[in-house]
C-alpha cells in the first residue's frame, strides 16, 4: 500500500467543526481505510472544536490525513503557540473533555511547533484480523 495524504483549509468558524468530521469519514471510506472511522472522526471534531473555542479570529486551520499501511494519523494545525493540555475527568464539567479523549481513543498524540503555531495530531492503527 502507497501512503495516502489529504488536506484541507478551513476557517476557525464553528461551522467548520462538521465539516472536518464529515471530510474526515468520507475520505477514510474513499481510502479503504481499515481504522475506525467513527473514532477518527470524533476525535478531529475535537481537535477542530479547540481550535474554533480557544484560538478563532483570523487564525488559520488546518486538517491533514495520512494514511500508511501501518497507521493513520490525523493533525489539525492552526496559528496558536498554546499547547492543549488533557484536563482530569470531572463529572460536574459538561466541557474541556476533548483531549482526554483523544488521549483514550488514540492508539499516539501529540503536539509539536508548526511555524508560528502548533500541529496536534493523533494515529490510530488499523484492528488486528
Known sequence: MSTLSASLDLPPVAASVPVARRLVRELLRSWGARQDH?????????????VVDHVGGTACL?????????????????????????QPFSPDRSRGRGMLMVEVLADRWGCEDHRDGKRVWFELRPPRL
Open 38 to 50: 467513527e473514532d477518527a472522526a470524533l476525535l478531529v471534531t475535537e481537535l477542530v472544536a479547540n
Open 62 to 86: 488546518t486538517v491533514e490525513a495520512t494514511l500508511s499501511e501501518d497507521w493513520l494519523r490525523l493533525a489539525v494545525v492552526d496559528c496558536s503557540p498554546a499547547r492543549p493540555a488533557v
